[in-house]
């Protein structure tokens, strides 16, 4: 059942035994995995079907280069999977291990404690199976670089799965308006959660409904299903002190991380066969090649977990000589910022860029743009299964080397609150981020690793300015909003938010489902984890409460 906020009863807001605040990819897992149970659940949502009140909830103030904390986030049935690109990566079991050259990494769990709910992870971002060798997705499949097969500790074989992108919304709106148990209640904001008179636990949630009255809902279990930054803002405010629900020591809200990413160095192919563009999988999944470093090289270079993909041009460099790049550079205006920053390899759009030469790419080359044009209106905007974006080599057939790293967890990079208000009168936000230099010489031992290995084993050459390349990933933008870590996960209070069950320490009946429990992120964006980790809550959930009536 969907309802809004405003036609609740005060008997329906009574004897809820589960109540999963945040419609999003957690959110919804958890909904559609508690359809049927016969456990009474709330699926609290702040905003409706459409996005428009972001903005409006999510003000607050960064550390630059850090956008803004309004950008990146919904408030809307599917969250933010309504801007999702579709990448799905699993994590490594590397990145569950404990690290002596990562400081406070670990993880309370196993890597297999997550693996065994990927292949339903997979399925529910509806890309495919969980498989991303190339030997195992592609059918006949050609080398990454043409004569390299990898080498000195250079993996070639993963590549990264893509959803449809599939909008959770949109794709599981149905099955819980048809639930016989499960309840999703739009424009209904919860504003603070009440701790029971006595007791370490969580009594009630008070929300904002439509109307603009306060509500209590009374449940048995509570689940946060929000974001990395809301979860600890909620938290945060529901405690008067202002210090935040669970935070003993003064760990909520610590060591929050995005990955960082950037692009530098040239590989020129040397005549050499490269796979750069999107390719098929053989269940139909769109897929592209990652270059990779081996675990033991991890561990021997004392490298944080990376990815590097081939990249495209900038688009405002006109020496592309691409009709579609120039045409997308002279209509940047109508890009979302946060796409305008990943065209422009991180950097700010060079807005003294001349536009003539761009003119003269679309008008030499506009062939080529009618082409992609039609191919966009039947790969992009009609298709159900989207090429996830453009690609579009260099004239020269040289590719940039973008990379996505692993953050190392600090303590110093936080999320707190502000004495500013919004319209609910929830204190706002600050996010306080920056690269520490473990980040920086990790990123440049990598980049050198990958250059020494290709160069040595492949007609291909990758060109890195020494000098200049530490400068450069120094002044990486947190791009992709990837929010992790701000109630991270461990074995006691003393490290962390929440225990190895999710629950938080000290509430036993309050977990949380989110990208914030991660601690350490790993290169893999977070989607494909939050929802495996929201299957295993589900089980737990139910395993432990099912009685419950």
């Given at each position: 059942m969907?309802h809004?906020?405003s036609?609740?009863?005060?008997?329906?807001?009574q004897?809820v035994?589960v109540?999963i605040i945040g419609?999003?990819?957690?959110g919804?897992?958890l909904a559609?995995?508690?359809d049927?149970c016969?456990l009474n659940v709330?699926l609290?949502?702040a905003?409706?079907?459409?996005?428009?009140?972001?903005s409006a909830d999510?003000?607050?103030?960064?550390?630059d280069p850090?956008?803004?904390?309004?950008?990146?986030r919904?408030?809307?049935f599917g969250?933010?999977?309504s801007?999702?690109?579709?990448r799905c990566?699993?994590?490594?079991p590397i990145d569950?291990?404990?690290?002596?050259?990562?400081?406070e990494?670990g993880?309370?769990i196993?890597?297999?404690?997550?693996a065994?709910?990927?292949?339903?992870?997979?399925?529910y971002?509806?890309?495919?199976?969980?498989d991303?060798?190339i030997?195992g997705?592609?059918?006949?499949?050609?080398?990454?670089?043409?004569g390299?097969?990898?080498n000195r500790?250079?993996?070639?074989?993963h590549?990264?799965?893509?959803s449809l992108?599939?909008?959770?919304?949109?794709?599981?709106?149905?099955?819980i308006a048809?639930s016989?148990?499960?309840?999703?209640?739009?424009?209904a904001?919860c504003?603070?959660l009440h701790k029971?008179?006595g007791?370490?636990?969580?009594?009630?949630v008070?929300?904002?409904?439509r109307?603009?009255r306060?509500?209590?809902l009374?449940?048995r279990?509570i689940?946060?299903?929000t974001?990395g930054i809301?979860?600890p803002?909620?938290m945060?405010?529901s405690d008067?002190?202002g210090?935040g629900l669970g935070?003993r020591?003064?760990l909520?809200?610590?060591?929050y991380?995005c990955?960082?990413?950037n692009?530098s160095?040239?590989?020129?192919s040397?005549?050499?066969a490269?796979?750069?563009?999107?390719e098929k999988?053989t269940?139909g999944?769109?897929?592209r090649r990652?270059?990779r470093?081996?675990?033991n090289a991890?561990?021997?270079?004392?490298l944080?977990n990376?990815?590097f993909?081939l990249?495209?041009p900038?688009?405002?460099?006109?020496?592309?000589?691409?009709?579609?790049?120039?045409a997308?550079?002279?209509?940047?205006s109508v890009l979302?910022p946060?796409y305008r920053?990943?065209?422009?390899h991180?950097?700010?759009?060079?807005?003294?860029a001349?536009?003539?030469p761009h003119?003269?790419?679309v008008?030499?080359?506009l062939?080529?743009?009618?082409?992609f044009?039609?191919?966009?209106?039947?790969?992009?905007?009609?298709a159900?299964?989207?090429?996830?974006y453009?690609?579009v080599?260099n004239?020269?057939?040289?590719?940039?080397?973008?990379?996505n790293?692993e953050?190392t967890p600090m303590a110093?990079?936080r999320?707190?609150?502000t004495?500013?208000?919004?319209?609910h009168?929830?204190?706002?936000v600050?996010?306080?981020?920056?690269?520490?230099?473990?980040?920086?010489?990790?990123?440049?031992r990598?980049?050198?690793?990958m250059?020494?290995?290709i160069?040595?084993?492949?007609?291909?050459?990758l060109e890195v300015?020494?000098?200049?390349?530490r400068?450069?990933?120094?002044?990486?933008?947190p791009?992709?909003?990837?929010?992790?870590?701000?109630?991270?996960?461990?074995?006691t209070?003393?490290?962390?938010?929440v225990?190895?069950?999710?629950?938080?320490?000290?509430?036993p009946n309050?977990y949380i489902?989110?990208?914030?429990?991660?601690?350490?992120?790993g290169?893999?964006n977070?989607?494909l984890?939050?929802?495996?980790?929201?299957?295993?809550?589900a089980?737990?959930?139910?395993t432990d409460?099912?009685g419950?009536?």
């Amino acid at each position: 059942m969907i309802h809004s906020s405003s036609d609740l009863t005060e008997s329906s807001l009574q004897h809820v035994d589960v109540c999963i605040i945040g419609a999003g990819a957690a959110g919804i897992t958890l909904a559609c995995e508690f359809d049927g149970c016969g456990l009474n659940v709330i699926l609290l949502e702040a905003g409706g079907f459409s996005v428009n009140v972001a903005s409006a909830d999510y003000g607050g103030t960064a550390t630059d280069p850090h956008p803004d904390p309004t950008q990146y986030r919904r408030s809307a049935f599917g969250g933010t999977t309504s801007l999702w690109g579709g990448r799905c990566v699993a994590l490594d079991p590397i990145d569950f291990e404990r690290r002596d050259y990562v400081c406070e990494s670990g993880w309370p769990i196993r890597y297999a404690d997550v693996a065994q709910y990927y292949p339903r992870a997979l399925e529910y971002c509806d890309a495919g199976k969980f498989d991303f060798s190339i030997a195992g997705s592609l059918a006949k499949p050609s080398p990454t670089i043409g004569g390299f097969d990898g080498n000195r500790g250079i993996v070639t074989e993963h590549i990264e799965r893509y959803s449809l992108p599939t909008d959770f919304g949109k794709r599981y709106r149905k099955r819980i308006a048809q639930s016989p148990n499960v309840t999703a209640v739009l424009y209904a904001r919860c504003i603070k959660l009440h701790k029971r008179a006595g007791d370490d636990a969580i009594e009630s949630v008070e929300l904002v409904d439509r109307a603009g009255r306060t509500r209590r809902l009374a449940s048995r279990i509570i689940v946060l299903a929000t974001g990395g930054i809301e979860v600890p803002r909620l938290m945060m405010n529901s405690d008067p002190e202002g210090r935040g629900l669970g935070n003993r020591n003064d760990l909520l809200g610590r060591f929050y991380s995005c990955h960082f990413e950037n692009t530098s160095g040239r590989l020129a192919s040397n005549g050499a066969a490269v796979a750069f563009d999107f390719e098929k999988t053989t269940d139909g999944i769109y897929c592209r090649r990652q270059l990779r470093l081996s675990e033991n090289a991890q561990r021997q270079h004392r490298l944080l977990n990376m990815a590097f993909r081939l990249h495209f041009p900038e688009y405002s460099d006109s020496n592309h000589r691409s009709s579609v790049m120039s045409a997308i550079y002279l209509a940047k205006s109508v890009l979302p910022p946060e796409y305008r920053m990943i065209l422009q390899h991180g950097k700010p759009s060079n807005a003294s860029a001349p536009a003539l030469p761009h003119v003269r790419n679309v008008v030499t080359g506009l062939p080529q743009l009618i082409r992609f044009s039609c191919d966009w209106l039947f790969r992009i905007k009609f298709a159900r299964r989207k090429i996830p974006y453009t690609l579009v080599p260099n004239a020269d057939g040289s590719f940039p080397l973008e990379f996505n790293s692993e953050q190392t967890p600090m303590a110093s990079n936080r999320v707190s609150i502000t004495q500013e208000i919004d319209r609910h009168g929830l204190r706002r936000v600050h996010l306080a981020w920056r690269l520490c230099q473990n980040d920086v010489d990790s990123a440049y031992r990598g980049f050198i690793a990958m250059r020494d290995a290709i160069n040595t084993g492949s007609p291909a050459r990758l060109e890195v300015d020494e000098e200049k390349l530490r400068d450069r990933i120094s002044h990486s933008p947190p791009l992709g909003g990837h929010h992790i870590g701000t109630a991270r996960m461990a074995s006691t209070a003393r490290s962390g938010v929440v225990g190895p069950d999710c629950a938080v320490f000290g509430l036993p009946n309050l977990y949380i489902a989110s990208s914030a429990v991660f601690p350490t992120s790993g290169h893999a964006n977070p989607t494909l984890t939050i929802v495996a980790l929201a299957l295993r809550l589900a089980e737990r959930i139910k395993t432990d409460f099912a009685g419950v009536k």
